[in-house]
């Protein structure tokens, strides 16, 4: 196999190319121009920008909510001592309530269930993405952000 030049990302579209190589997907490179919710990338071997509508994007670069079952099984250590105003804890059994400006709990095991974890890294402005191109390029699939080291 002969040796592909280019930076990581490059070398990594030319492999997909070369060994999986579909006539009707293609991968490309592209860079975030405007972001979300008015989402346009620039390909980088097209002169035209693609809007919103010519894309679709991988949940994972989206600014989403899940729930999940938090658990530690060892030591667990969660404290805060940045809290800038009081906040109160109600008793379960509703006799009163505790207000504290910091708290710190060490050595315990910690479970929370149901717990909503919303992510917020969503695409930016600069970002270097990889895309697929479908259906002869008139629709784009933005799967993940492309990182170099």
């Given at each position: 196999?002969?040796?592909?030049?280019?930076?990581?990302?490059?070398?990594?579209?030319?492999?997909?190319?070369?060994?999986?190589?579909?006539?009707?997907i293609t991968f490309e490179l592209a860079t975030v121009t405007a972001k979300p919710?008015?989402?346009?990338?620039?390909?980088?071997?097209?002169?035209?920008?693609?809007?919103?509508?010519?894309l679709i994007v991988a949940q994972s670069l989206t600014k989403y909510t899940r729930?999940?079952?938090?658990?530690?099984?060892?030591?667990?250590?969660?404290?805060?001592?940045?809290?800038?105003?009081?906040?109160?804890?109600?008793?379960?059994?509703?006799?009163?309530?505790?207000?504290?400006?910091?708290f710190g709990l060490a050595s315990a095991k910690f479970v929370a269930k149901e717990?909503?974890?919303?992510?917020?890294?969503?695409?930016?402005?600069?970002?270097?993405?990889?895309?697929?191109?479908?259906?002869?390029?008139?629709?784009?699939?933005?799967?993940?952000?492309?990182?170099?080291?």
């Amino acid at each position: 196999m002969e040796r592909i030049e280019g930076s990581g990302a490059s070398q990594l579209v030319q492999l997909i190319r070369k060994i999986g190589y579909n006539s009707e997907i293609t991968f490309e490179l592209a860079t975030v121009t405007a972001k979300p919710p008015d989402l346009k990338i620039k390909v980088d071997h097209m002169n035209v920008e693609l809007e919103k509508d010519d894309l679709i994007v991988a949940q994972s670069l989206t600014k989403y909510t899940r729930k999940a079952n938090l658990s530690t099984e060892n030591k667990a250590e969660i404290s805060s001592s940045s809290i800038s105003q009081s906040s109160t804890l109600t008793l379960s059994q509703g006799t009163g309530t505790i207000e504290f400006l910091s708290f710190g709990l060490a050595s315990a095991k910690f479970v929370a269930k149901e717990v909503e974890l919303e992510f917020l890294d969503e695409l930016k402005e600069g970002d270097r993405v990889i895309v697929a191109g479908i259906h002869q390029g008139q629709t784009y699939i933005i799967l993940d952000r492309a990182v170099m080291y």
